[in-house]
């Protein structure tokens, strides 16, 4: 077993040491604690500049609410998660978690974005054909 992890921000191989668990849970987060605390100032930062998302607010990917997101960052964390350009730090929005961590996963790419949906319309499109055939 390796001693030693690669940050996904600064793609630096350093010691288990330099991560942290993430949220209490027995793995370790994917950035160091060096870039962790960077992102964690960047947030803290847009947020106060810019505020909480007004009362009733609806997440603009999944259009999920408040009550619907709730829980999904950690127990503890708000339903919205402050959604930032990671190329400028720029504000974008605030998303529900699942909806930023989506995008995340993506590398905010949009061909990626757009590879996902093409795949999903193509697999829409097949099992709606047989649906079809299923229920002649």
């Not at 630096?12 to 949220?23: V, W």
């Not at 997440?59 to 709730?70: A, D, H, L, Q, Y």
């Amino acid at each position: 077993m390796s001693n030693t992890k690669t940050c996904i921000k600064c793609n630096k191989e350093l010691p288990l040491s330099c991560f942290l668990k993430r949220g209490g849970e027995n793995y370790l987060r994917t950035e160091c604690k060096e870039c962790n605390n960077k992102l964690s100032k960047i947030r803290s930062n847009l947020r106060k500049k810019y505020g909480p998302p007004p009362v009733g607010y609806k997440c603009p990917i999944c259009k999920r609410g408040e009550e619907e997101c709730r829980g999904q960052g950690s127990k503890i964390a708000s339903a919205w998660t402050v959604d930032h350009c990671h190329k400028t730090d720029s504000f974008r929005g605030w998303l529900c978690h699942k909806c930023n961590r989506g995008l995340g996963a993506f590398n905010d790419d949009i061909g990626t974005v757009c590879g996902v949906i093409k795949y999903l319309k193509g697999n829409q499109s097949l099992i709606s054909r047989i649906w079809q055939w299923v229920t002649k």
